[in-house]
DNA sequence: TAGGCCATCTGGTCCT
DNA sequence: AGGACCAGATGGCCTA
């Protein structure tokens, strides 16, 4: 059974059931004084001759109504208004969870994916959007970003939490490379095509002067937290270098699904070219790692796992899954940016 | 307990 | 006429 048609019997059930608790509905079925006026405003033209209710509006004491006149509300017209009600709230349901599924498919394109930890919806559309303008920038320019300036696209304008929790997938130490306070700093991206970076992080954060940032959301996968090495202080940066990393003698466990990684070095590109890709040691990687619930080299939901969801399967039907945990799309994005940090 | 996030209902508007 | 889309209202859940 079909998701969809599995979800509409779901909603006839439950619409009938939350009908009967329905607010507006009066809460008690068969009130027929009180049903009249949930449909208040609804204007039938055809008559219902059949079954005429006791409405009492030839009350002598209301004022005449001008403009048309109002129908009755006979039982079959409550019920035909009932009835167009609950298909529309089944339609607007059914709307709004693809309108979900989609930004589901979109949590597990960008750079932070947290099965356990999901971003918000706003803050989904807010990374998507920086995640798009810093990549299209890197496009435009040519040139291998500033890791810091990519992840201070990236975080621009998203919560505390949401940037900690980006850091955390992209194995970072937020304090790195959120800079100072600039209080009077507006929240907005610079327009598309602008010439650089933004050079400052400008949200307003009240814990970046404070220390450390407090955790996200509550409770957080132990790998989606920025590491730190005991012992040593907070670099400027953390590499996730090849993926696995030993922490107090623990293999530190990779984050979920971070689609985006900063390597030492790139990853991908380094299977095909790897001469090539030494010569970007300390260069962006747009390595893509789709761990997926599986970890590391795992493969995303997205892309087929278990129990994904089957309109984000649609990227699969383009043939797009590869090998080796890259899918094709990700291998033709790595290409092409290599491919220009090479020529520039 | 306040605030954030979310799902759902609802009525209005626009389009086919 | 009916469906899609939208925005406001409301209530539930969760966390700090």
């Not at 059914?94 to 930890?117: F, W």
């Not at 001469?275 to 790692?289: L, N, P």
């Not at 699969?316 to 033709?332: I, L, P, Y």
Request: glycine share 10%.
């Amino acid at each position: 059974m079909t998701r969809s048609v599995q979800e509409e019997q779901e909603s006839v059930e439950s619409e009938q059931t939350q009908e009967l608790h329905s607010p507006i509905e009066g809460g008690e079925e068969g009130g027929e004084e009180e049903e009249e006026d949930s449909p208040h405003h609804l204007e039938e033209e055809e008559e219902e001759d059949d079954e005429e209710e006791e409405e009492d509006d030839d009350g002598e004491n209301k004022p005449k109504r001008r403009g048309p006149k109002k129908k009755k509300m006979t039982k079959a017209r409550i019920q035909r208004f009932k009835v167009r009600r609950m298909k529309a709230n089944a339609r607007e349901r059914n709307r709004m969870h693809g309108l979900n599924d989609a930004l589901e498919c979109l949590r597990k394109i960008v750079p932070c994916y947290s099965k356990t930890q999901k971003l918000s919806k706003i803050e989904t559309l807010r990374l998507a959007k920086n995640y798009i303008w810093a990549l299209s920038e890197v496009l435009r320019s040519g040139k291998a970003p500033d890791v810091m300036s990519f992840v201070q696209a990236l975080c621009k304008g998203l919560s505390q939490p949401t940037t900690n929790l980006v850091a955390g997938c992209l194995q970072l130490n937020p304090r790195t490379f959120l800079p100072e306070q600039t209080p009077d700093l507006p929240v907005h991206l610079p327009p598309a095509g602008a010439a650089s970076y933004p050079g400052h992080y400008s949200y307003q954060s009240p814990g970046l002067t404070a220390g450390l940032p407090s955790p996200p959301y509550g409770t957080m996968e132990p790998s989606h937290i920025f590491h730190q090495v005991k012992g040593q202080p907070y670099g400027p940066l953390e590499p996730f270098f090849d993926g696995v990393l030993v922490t107090d003698g623990q293999a530190f466990d990779p984050p979920l699904s971070p689609p985006l990684s900063i390597n030492g070095n790139f990853s991908s590109f380094k299977h095909e070219t790897a001469a090539a890709a030494a010569d970007y040691d300390k260069s962006f990687s747009f390595s893509v790692h789709y761990g997926g619930a599986g970890g590391a080299g795992g493969h995303p939901a997205i892309y087929g796992g278990g129990g994904s969801n089957p309109r984000c399967g649609e990227l699969q039907v383009d043939g797009m899954m590869g090998f080796d945990g890259h899918t094709h799309h990700e291998r033709m994005m790595n290409a092409q940016l290599n491919a220009i940090f090479h020529d520039s």
